[in-house]
């Protein structure tokens, strides 16, 4: 479990990518020392604790690992860096969120709210203390309350959609690049949450993310049920807040419109057999489709 590394910095627009680029330009850019910080925040363009913030979020978000060397960038951060380095379109931003959220060890509080968190609408304080009750349970150890507040808050910001005043503008304050989908909307006192248009989610995308589930959380079983896809921990339907229903409608559409899986009913229940050959193909052949 890891709380605040982010140094209070919610994750900002062009983060991922300056931080994608300088670690495949220099493996020690980020490592954290005077001589590389210095290193960073010159071209970065960033102070130290926002260099610090870039590391967590980089770790976070599953785009870099350690080596000997330093850092150095995952598949998945290669594939983007390639196709997607501003990160500019939706698909490559649900798989990052999907990364985040379901990296228990660098994101608890991510993980936690989108795995575990299931109000619709919700006031600050039972925010805090439904995650609270959280780690008591999970964990010995004695987080501040402070350190916890700090986590939801840069999630709230993270999500939030934003409604620019006279004194907020593009110009006086960079927003998480998860704002515009509004997953978390503020009303009076209350947040509440909504969720993504099942159709706004490209097929390539969903399959993919599929696959890592598939292959990360349930460990490559040679055929899954459709509850586990909706309801399992880390599953897309969990993730993304999508019904039965709508889970079934992707998967159909997984089976009918490419040939990621097979999808049957047996024994009463609906079982789908993940074609891992096809599912590799699936983020290239949505940057193909995509044009890039």
Known sequence: MKFGGHQSFHLRDQWLYKGIYWTNQSPQ???????????????????KNMVDAIRYWLKATNLIETNVKGFVLTDTAHKILEKDPYFELDGTLFLIHYLLVTNKEEATTWYWFFNH????????????????????????RKIKDTTLDKDLNCLLRMYQSIKWTGRKNPETETPSPFTKYGWIEKKGESFVRNKLNVNDFDIHIFAHILYIFWKNHLGQPESVKLEDLSIKENSPGRIFHFSLEEMNDLIEDC??????????RTGGYFIIQPNETSLKKALDNYYKQMGV
């Open 117 to 140: 968190f299931s109000a619709n609408e919700f006031e600050k304080e039972s925010l805090e203390n439904a995650f609270s009750a959280y780690i008591q349970i999970k964990t010995n």
């Open 255 to 264: 089976s009918k419109k490419q040939a990621y899986l097979n999808y049957s």
């Open 29 to 47: 850019i980020l490592l954290n020392n005077t001589k590389n910080t210095e290193k960073a925040m010159q071209e970065l363009g960033v102070g």
